[in-house]
């Protein structure tokens, strides 16, 4: 996780780097003293400790121009640090996180950088439940995929509405999907949650269609199977 801490006062950039060290020790941590000097970086950061009075380019600014660059700078966490009050109306303009008063209390840092840690993860999960479709610029629901079927050069995705073609091998597209699904079959990757029966055969869902199933694969498809039921895996059927 990448971390910017951005203050003009030497003495708050230690303190609050000091706290981020201790609460998360695999982070890595820059400080800046400027917004200019963060911008400048050209460095993507999770979450992003953010003075607002300071010289030249107050905090607002730095963070309105933050917003304005690249994609990613828009998921970055805002979190302000300052010891005026009034500005927490402006923070609001720029999607900000939470705002630190100064002096800027141990207990409290924790708390909201806990909940910012947090939040990122939650991003993380959300994410890895989209399946990205790069040819077609689509993102899909993983909960609505029954099933990826190979077709030579090309992958069937069967979704709960439609069955879409595309230029892809199975393999790469099984790097992106969650636990919930299995790979029955050299030229099938099921989504588990839609699993009505199975034998050592095929496997068949709950709309009535039926997959094959690997002889070489059965004895790993139960073992995932059995697994996913035991760890909180919910069946569509």
């Known amino acids: 996780m990448n971390i ?3 203050d003009d006062e030497q003495i708050i950039r230690e303190q609050i780097c000091n706290y981020i060290e201790k609460q998360c020790a695999g982070c890595h941590v820059k400080a800046y003293e400027t917004g200019k000097a963060l911008l400048e970086s050209g460095n993507h950061f999770d979450i992003v400790f953010l003075d607002i009075q300071m010289e030249g380019m107050n905090g607002i ?3 309105k121009a933050l917003r304005k660059s690249h994609g990613k700078e828009k998921e970055t966490i805002l979190i302000f640090v300052t010891g005026i009050r009034e500005y927490v109306f402006d923070a609001f ?6 705002y630190l008063l100064k002096p800027v209390e141990e207990e409290k840092f924790s708390e909201v950088f806990g909940r910012a840690v947090g939040e990122i993860e939650n991003r ?8 990205f479709i790069k040819s077609k610029g689509l993102i899909l629901d993983q909960s609505s995929i029954l099933y990826l079927e190979s077709r030579g050069k090309k992958v069937a995705i069967h979704t709960l509405k439609e069955t879409l073609e595309i230029y892809a091998v199975l393999g790469e597209l099984e790097s992106q999907l969650t636990e919930g699904f299995c790979r029955c079959h050299r030229g099938y990757l099921v989504n588990m949650a839609y699993i009505s029966m199975y034998d050592h055969e095929s496997i068949t869902l ?3 269609e039926r997959i094959y199933m690997s002889k070489k694969k059965h004895k790993e498809f139960v073992k995932a199977y059995m697994w996913y039921l035991q760890n909180g895996g919910i069946s569509c059927v």
């Open 206 to 208: 709950n709309n009535g």
């Open 124 to 131: 993380k999960r959300q994410k890895k439940k989209q399946l």
């Open 4 to 6: 910017a801490v951005v």
């Open 61 to 63: 600014e730095t963070a």
């Open 93 to 98: 303009d720029v999607s900000a996180f939470h």
